[in-house]
């Protein structure tokens, strides 16, 4: 199994996502034969005990987790899940078991973070972005630094932020002119538009020509407003499997090591998470 590290803020946290490796695929689903491995080659690679991973919700829930806590069997005996639907999950740095946060991610972008006396990753679609689609109108990047805060004093002096692996606006984007949804794309930009720069078009099929979308600088802005400070980015664009929008000009059949759903025909068959390829994304 291939990972890709980014060690950030001066080696206080490693971040891992799972890279394409034909030799020895990654499974991300429960029932893939091939998932105990995977979660298990992770721990090895790590040097931890045991994964913790949210149950996804596409919402504004924030779930803290320690040992010992009621979780839901993941599938294997190294993983633990949360009993709530939640995106953004909290960790103790110190526990008597060495542990690590992990998602299974397709193409929406991860954000970590890291304080003295927690870490964690909040799993960031753009619906948990978009303050009308949240409970009390709070997106999850206000909502993580709002929990931390009131529940373990962080301070954001000393609280440090990684955004990184997910969707770009080379190829994320919403069709403004779709018979259907236009008029409802239009209005989500229209309240994302005070963290966000229009006017550019997707650049990839099979998005290109739509109003692009760029998750990172939405999410680097909420944070910023919210009150982080010291935040550090990796924009890989996994729906471009990795490449840059000039190697894709170039030639279009090229296969980058990153995966991807939206780009799912160029990803490993071997890979698939409910039809889509997706890897296993964690922090510690």
């Known amino acids: 199994m291939k990972l890709r590290s980014n060690t950030w803020h001066e080696g206080r946290f490693k971040t891992y996502m799972t890279i394409r490796d034909r030799e020895n695929p990654v499974s991300v689903h429960p029932a893939h034969p091939r998932f105990k491995d995977s979660v298990e080659n992770i721990c090895s690679t790590l040097g931890v005990d045991y994964l913790v991973a949210q149950q996804l919700g596409f919402n504004n829930k924030v779930s803290d987790f320690h040992l010992g806590d009621e979780a839901v069997d993941g599938g294997v005996e190294r993983l633990l899940r949360t009993k709530e639907k939640t995106e953004a999950l909290v960790l103790p740095r110190k526990s008597e078991h060495e542990h690590a946060g992990v998602v299974m991610n397709a193409d929406c972008i991860i954000i970590y973070f890291?304080?003295?006396?927690?870490?964690?990753?909040?799993?960031?679609?753009?619906?948990?972005?978009?303050?009308?689609k949240q409970e009390n109108r709070v997106p999850v990047t206000f909502a993580i630094v709002d929990h931390i805060r009131k529940h373990y004093d962080a301070d954001m002096v000393n609280t440090y932020w990684a955004v990184a692996y997910g969707a770009g606006p080379e190829s994320f984007g919403y069709d403004l002119n779709h018979?259907?949804?236009?008029?409802?794309?239009?209005?989500?930009?229209?309240?994302l538009a005070p963290w966000h720069t229009s006017g550019r078009e997707v650049l990839f099929a099979p998005r290109k020509g739509w109003a692009a979308i760029d998750q990172y600088e939405i999410i680097e802005r909420q944070l910023r407003e919210a009150g982080a400070q010291h935040i550090e980015m990796d924009r890989t664009d996994t729906s471009s499997l990795g490449l840059t929008p000039a190697q894709?000009?170039?030639?279009?059949?090229?296969?980058?090591?990153?995966?991807?759903?939206?780009?799912?025909?160029?990803?490993?068959?071997?890979?698939?998470?409910?039809?889509?390829?997706?890897?296993?994304?964690?922090?510690?």
């Open 114 to 132: 890291w304080h003295e006396k927690v870490f964690g990753l909040v799993h960031a679609p753009i619906a948990s972005l978009d303050p009308d």
């Open 248 to 284: 894709m000009e170039e030639d279009p059949t090229l296969e980058g090591d990153c995966f991807s759903n939206i780009r799912s025909g160029m990803a490993d068959r071997d890979c698939k998470w409910n039809s889509r390829n997706a890897s296993l994304i964690a922090s510690c």
């Open 179 to 191: 018979p259907k949804f236009g008029a409802a794309n239009q209005a989500m930009l229209e309240r």
